[in-house]
């Protein structure tokens, strides 16, 4: 089983920029897709970015095209979402997620979840 553990959130002025960070461990995740999911309170979960298991694939939510970049180090067994140009809207609980096979931006699909971590852009 993968093991997840995101880092890197944390509270900017809106316009800045953060990097979160996932590392997996427990399994190589190679041959994962990947993605980061938000939920903001009172919200449900959802897809902010995915990205293919070789990282030539990616898929945004509309309202962070353009601002938000997604990549994966294989070798380093660790995922990365930077950040840019944050609006307070961006806020919520950012969690990386793993599925064994295929990739989406349905949750359905993850069978595997970090703890998560705190973004807030405030106004």
């Known amino acids: 089983q993968v093991q997840l553990v995101e880092s890197g959130g944390g509270l900017v002025q809106a316009g800045g920029s953060l990097r979160l960070s996932c590392t997996a461990s427990?399994?190589?995740?190679?041959?994962?897709?990947m993605g980061w999911f938000r939920q903001a309170p009172g919200k449900e979960r959802g897809s902010v970015a995915i990205i293919n298991w070789s990282g030539d694939t990616t898929d945004y939510a509309d309202s962070v095209k353009g601002r938000f970049t997604i990549s994966r180090n294989n070798a380093e067994n660790t995922m990365y979402l930077q950040m840019n140009s944050l609006h307070p809207e961006d806020r919520g609980v950012y969690y990386c997620?793993?599925?064994?096979?295929?990739?989406?931006?349905?949750?359905?699909?993850?069978?595997?979840w970090g703890q998560g971590t705190q973004v807030t852009a405030s106004s």
């Open positions: 997620a793993a599925a064994p096979a295929g990739n989406s931006r349905s949750t359905r699909l993850y069978d595997c």
């Open positions: 427990g399994r190589t995740i190679s041959r994962y897709g």
